[in-house]
Every structure is written in C-alpha cells, then in structure tokens.
C-alpha cells in the first residue's frame, strides 16, 4: 500500500507539474502573438499609406494629363477658328490641320464640329468633291454629339443645301434660331442662303446683311450678297 501511495503520489507531481507547464506556455505564446500583432500594426499602417499613395500619384498624373490634354485642344480649336474667318480654301485647309490635330490629342465636340464646317464648305463651296464623304460623316457626328454651336448648325444646313434641300436647310435653321440660339454668322448666312436658292432674294438680302454686320464684313455672307445682284 506504502509502494502504492508512494506510486500515486509520483504520477500526481508530474501530471501537476506538467499543468502548470501549460500555462506557463500559453502565457508564452499569447505574450508572442501580442509582441507580433504589436510589430504588424505599424507595418501595415505603413502599406495601406504607400497604397494610398500611389492611387493617388496615378489619380495625379492621369488628372494632369487631361488637363495638359484638354488645353493643347482648346488652343488648337481657337488657332482653327481664327483661321477660319479667312474663309478661303487656302485658310479652311489649315483650319482643317488644327482640327486634325486636336482630334489626335482626343475626340472633341468643338474639333468635330469645326471639321464638320470646314468639310461641308470645301465640298460645297469649293467644289472639292472628295470632301463629301468627309463632310456627311462629321455632320452626322456633330448632330449625334449635339454640338450646340453655329459650326455644328451651320454645316448640318449647308449640307442640306448642297444636295438640293434648301427649304429643309431653312426649316431646320429656324427652329434653332427658336429655340434660342445665339445668332451667329455662319447660321445667318446659310438661311440667307437657303432663301436666296428659294427665289426669296429680298428676304435672303436682308439675312445675309446680318449676318455681314455680325461677322465685321466677313468673306462669305459678302459675296454672297454681291451674287444676289448677278
């Protein structure tokens, strides 16, 4: 019983001993994971500032590249425009290249617009014949984009009145003009056109006269307003 006692009392100290191992243990190895989670929370601060970072540095430099784009167009399209004013097939030519050239940068409403006005004027004016398809594909653009200028409105009406609709062009014209559109010379002069192609001359006369006054004597409503005397 003695040896027994003795027995028992050897397998109860170390199966003692051995729990308190264990806990001493887990104490260990929760103070570990403590001492890691402690050192992981600055590391990881540290990543989600450099991922922050660099979105923005990409947001930045995208940003910027837009806004270095959108300001070569717009000065592209202001050199295009004050070509234009020459309107003569020498000057539409160059307006032409701007033009080209803000479309290359990106599609703009204002470039396509003006490509429109410029391709129906050489077609229709010119004579250029090889301009046509250009000039139908960048009206049907301008009208799709709703360009609201008087190179969009002014090219969709000369196009109508190039193909032998200039009741349509002046119908068209007109409910623009209604809708409040600000008068510009370029649609002044194709409803004088359109007028003047009617047989109207006297109405024609008046709307080209206009559009001269607008435009400080410019090239186009002139000589069509001489050609009503021919």
Known sequence: MAEHSEMSGDEHGPRSSGGGGNGVGSELYLDTMAEV?????????????????????VIGAAYWWWVQGTNKITALVKEARELQKADDFVALNKA???????????????????????YTSLWGLYGVEDKKADAEKYVKLAVEADVPNGDRFSSEAYL?????????????????????AQQDPKMLH????????????????????????????????SVAMAETFL
């Open 160 to 180: 109508k009145i190039f193909n032998g609709q200039p009741e349509e062009a002046k119908t068209m014209m007109v409910k623009v003009m209604d809708r409040g």
């Open 190 to 221: 194709a409803i004088g056109l359109a007028l003047v192609l009617q047989g109207k001359t006297r109405d024609g006369r008046e709307i080209l006269q206009k559009s001269i006054d607008l435009s400080a004597g410019g090239a186009r409503p």
């Open 96 to 118: 032409q290249q701007k033009f080209d050239e803000a479309m290359a940068v990106r599609s703009d409403p204002r470039a396509v617009a003006g490509l429109a006005y410029v």
């Open 37 to 57: 989670r402690g050192r992981e929370s600055p590391l990881r601060a540290i990543g989600f500032v450099a991922v922050f970072a660099v979105i923005a540095l």
